[in-house]
Nanobody, 118 residues
Framework: VQLQASGGGSVQPGESRRLSCKAS????????MAWYRQAPGKQREIVAR???????TYADSVKGRFTISRDNAVNTVYLQMNSLKPEGTAVYYC?????????????WGNGTLVTVSS
């Protein structure tokens, strides 16, 4: 059971970036998936979540700018980030929550660094 995140990099304020999280060893269609981030000196916080049945929730700070989605065919979850702000600089992590038909424990992917700076 593994999550592999990718897509981080350096962007300027206002630009967009898409993160990907490829799952292996389990099917994301049965799992609740989420993206978290941890900014320097701050605690990890949830950014967006997509339930196994498809409902999505977002942190207030990213509503209207970020979109979480998934492609079950390639077992991958995405985070589309638009209108990025400097405070979006963080290491972004994907997560699979325990669920009855999904993973039995919290699974964390590697972090991918997003730097928003002019």
């Amino acid at each position: 059971v593994q999550l592999q995140a990718s897509g981080g990099g350096s962007v300027q304020p206002g630009e967009s970036r898409r993160l990907s999280c490829k799952a292996s060893g389990f099917n994301i269609r049965s799992s609740h998936m989420a993206w978290y981030r941890q900014a320097p000196g701050k605690q990890r916080e949830i950014v967006a979540r997509i339930a196994n049945v498809g409902g999505t929730t977002y942190a207030d700070s990213v509503k209207g700018r970020f979109t979480i989605s998934r492609d079950n065919a390639v077992n991958t979850v995405y985070l589309q980030m638009n209108s990025l702000k400097p405070e979006g600089t963080a290491v972004y992590y994907c997560n699979a929550e325990p669920s009855p038909f999904g993973v039995s424990r919290n699974v964390w992917g590697n972090g991918t660094l997003v730097t928003v700076s002019s």
